[in-house]
């Protein structure tokens, strides 16, 4: 049995929750959210060589994955692999990119089910950016 950190009441050291205060995993001296999170030590452009995060903090807001090579729900870096990502090479869901492999892209050239691109684009509904701007009126 241990103190919980919140209230000081005793709890199991296995509890997921105190039944005094609701504090989640009491038993730990520290707790700063929910799933998994690792950040390299080496650092290429003053970024982590390699962020994965699929983390929330104890407030539900999620924490992206920002690295020189990034991982998660939320990224951004050089080579981006997430769910919704901003990178120089992204594979992803959603994505704003230089080069993209996604569902939905906006990058400089992409593979893509949806997406806008600049250079080359390939997929189902992918769009030249300078074709798109030709509908928007002038004025």
Request: net charge positive; aromatic share 14%.
């Amino acid at each position: 049995m241990k103190p919980c950190r919140e209230c000081q009441h005793e709890v199991s050291e296995n509890a997921f929750s105190c039944p005094s205060c609701g504090a989640p995993y009491p038993a730990r001296a520290k707790w700063d959210g929910w799933g998994f999170e690792y950040k390299s030590e080496a650092r290429v452009l003053g970024l982590p060589l390699l962020h994965i995060s699929f983390k929330f903090r104890p407030n539900k807001v999620p924490v992206p994955a920002v690295g020189f090579i990034s991982i998660g729900q939320f990224g951004a870096g050089i080579i981006n692999i997430s769910q919704f990502g901003i990178g120089l090479f992204s594979l992803s869901q959603f994505t704003l990119a230089g080069y993209a492999v996604a569902q939905f892209a906006i990058a400089y050239s992409c593979i893509a089910q949806i997406g806008i691109y600049v250079d080359r684009g390939f997929g189902q509904l992918v769009v030249r950016l300078s074709d798109l701007l030709s509908y928007v009126p002038a004025g």
